[in-house]
């Protein structure tokens, strides 16, 4: 099914919540601690984005809080356990769960990792990489299908952070994403952060990387920030850790990515050492002010 056929169907159906734009809209991860600072401060510029597998439940308190932002509010749903990388069948009880959360909140943008996380009966609490092969290829592609039938809409697929490299792998990183995106329609989450960490990990350029990324299917950027610390040998690590603000090099590179590409929706995540509402706002800005100065820039050559 390809994307136009997927967008009919879905404007089709009868909308629950108001349609909110996010086009050049900067947004945060939605952490419960901060409901009651956004709801006090009313409806605010921007988006927030959750994670699916932390709404798969009937309701209760999640979904009150979850329903109380999306009045308001456009919404990014974005995954991290359907398992897309992995060789064997997605889970059909999670695919379930995750079409019908699609339905209930009618997200902005739905999201999912290039990567795997199971491996038959076993959970692996982490987004594992995998190898770049043509049998690869062709198992990421029918699974997207898979989950694009499902939710009756284009996915958008976030390129990974990674840690280690696989021999057997026969095109780049960006070959399997452009390949993985011109088979299966889906659109692409593009995490600069995730480049920055690979990049550095593993001595190529962040930069020629970005070039050789089919930025004309990006539908939503993330911004998040990365820890230091060092492997068995002695030698630089980067972690993807989201436990601290944006690295100044990444907001180059983002800065170069708005300039070729416009103001896409831009997230920061920050899941973990969780600061303040403000503080957490305040790197929303700074995306927002890029976003935003880039559209001016637009404008005043179109003037």
């Avoid at 109380?68 to 064997?88: E, F, N, T």
């Avoid at 952060?193 to 930025?215: E, I, K, Q, R, T």
Wanted: aromatic share 8%; proline share 6%.
């Amino acid at each position: 099914m390809n994307a136009a056929i997927l967008s009919r169907l879905l404007a089709a159906e009868p909308a629950r919540f108001p349609a909110l734009a996010i086009h050049g809209l900067a947004g945060t991860s939605f952490k419960p601690e901060h409901l009651a600072a956004i709801l006090g401060a009313g409806r605010q510029r921007g988006f927030f984005e959750v994670h699916a597998e932390n709404y798969m439940c009937a309701g209760g308190p999640p979904h009150r809080a979850l329903e109380a932002m999306r009045r308001d509010h456009p919404i990014s749903l974005h995954g991290v356990c359907m398992s897309i990388g992995g060789p064997q069948a997605l889970d059909k009880a999670h695919l379930a769960r995750f079409r019908h959360l699609v339905e209930r909140y009618e997200p902005a943008l739905v999201s999912e990792h290039l990567a795997w996380s199971t491996h038959e009966t076993t959970f692996f609490n982490d987004l594992l990489p995998l190898p770049y092969t043509e049998a690869t290829l062709a198992c990421v592609c029918d699974h997207i299908d898979q989950v694009q039938e499902a939710i009756r809409r284009p996915l958008l697929l976030e390129n990974p952070s990674t840690y280690i490299a696989f021999r057997e792998s026969s095109m780049s990183e960006t070959e399997f994403i452009r390949g993985v995106a011109e088979r299966t329609g889906c659109g692409l989450l593009l995490d600069i952060n995730n480049v920055f960490v690979s990049a550095n990990n593993h001595g190529f350029s962040a930069l020629d990387y970005l070039s050789d990324f089919p930025l004309s299917r990006v539908g939503e950027i993330h911004l998040a920030g990365h820890a230091e610390q060092a492997d068995d040998e002695g030698a630089p690590l980067l972690i993807d850790s989201h436990d601290g603000p944006v690295a100044d090099a990444v907001w180059k590179l983002y800065e170069t990515v708005i300039a070729r590409c416009g103001p896409i929706p831009t997230l920061i995540e920050w899941d973990s050492k969780i600061p303040d509402w403000p503080d957490l706002r305040a790197e929303a800005a700074a995306a927002q002010a890029i976003l935003d100065s880039h559209q001016r820039e637009m404008r005043y050559a179109a003037a």
